[in-house]
């Protein structure tokens, strides 16, 4: 096997989809050092005739030099990042959740530094291969749809995040286009599945810290959670527009 030396991180391809430009990748690189079985693989990011963004998993060993330290993941990931940073608005994103093990699609705001950080919804397969309901966030809670919101301050140890609540989809997220969405203002954070409002936000602390323009990243990542079940496995996130106004 031929596996390929990527020396310049920080060059990348742009994308204009759904009316903005993006980057295929993070702003920060091409690889995650706490995720580096996977790294943002431009090749794994398509936009198909009818304009519906395809976000994949795929197999696609590389070699990958960041900041000094060598890397050697198996998989190439999807993912986009905004170049335009939004500061209020409501985001949304219709999308059909891919199949397979150990797969992580969401769909999130970051602003920078961070946090804050308003996670729309995150999806965890794990050993399944199916998102049985959503759930806010829980860190043991694989095999859910869940959205988050990420606040306080790295360096003073106060980051932290919002308490977990759950709420139901009623359709199969892998074989139905369902919208995912948030309406981010001031004085409030709510978040939709499915049309259906399923959480809101009202904590005045955690707006307050919420208040600085923030980055729209969509991606489809893997887990370490099921990876052993993953076997050269290749997986579809279809997204047929991002919306804000």
Same mark, same amino acid.
């Given at each position: 096997?031929?596996?390929?030396? +990527?020396?310049? &991180?920080? %060059? ?8 903005? !430009?993006?980057?295929?990748?993070? #702003?920060? =690189? ?46 190439? +990931?999807?993912? &986009?990042? %905004? ?8 985001? !949304?994103?219709?999308?059909?959740? #891919?199949? =397979? ?145």
């Amino acid at each position: 096997m031929t596996l390929s030396l +990527v020396l310049i &991180i920080y %060059s990348f391809n742009m994308l204009n989809w759904s009316g903005h !430009e993006w980057r295929k990748q993070e #702003p920060w =690189g091409i690889i995650h050092p706490d995720k580096a079985w996977n790294y943002y693989d431009e090749s794994a990011v398509e936009v198909d005739d009818k304009g519906t963004l395809h976000l994949k998993t795929q197999f696609n060993p590389i070699t990958i030099k960041h900041e000094d330290e060598k890397y050697n993941p198996d998989y190439g +990931v999807g993912l &986009i990042s %905004s170049i335009e940073k939004f500061h209020f608005g409501y985001f !949304e994103i219709e999308a059909k959740l #891919p199949t =397979g093990y150990a797969l992580w699609p969401a769909f999130w705001l970051y602003g920078s530094p961070w946090p804050p950080e308003i996670d729309i919804f995150e999806g965890y397969t794990g050993n399944r291969e199916d998102y049985l309901h959503l759930n806010i966030h829980n860190p043991l809670a694989y095999n859910k749809v869940q959205s988050c919101i990420h606040y306080g301050d790295v360096s003073k140890g106060t980051k932290t995040n919002l308490p977990a609540r759950a709420g139901m989809i009623f359709k199969d997220p892998r074989k139905h286009f369902i919208k995912y969405a948030c309406n981010w203002q001031r004085d409030k954070i709510e978040i939709f599945y499915d049309n259906r409002l399923v959480r809101t936000i009202r904590n005045k602390e955690v707006l307050k810290q919420m208040d600085k323009p923030q980055m729209v990243l969509i991606n489809n990542h893997l887990t370490e959670k099921g990876l052993h079940k993953v076997d050269k496995q290749e997986s579809d996130f279809q997204i047929k527009h991002f919306k804000t106004y």
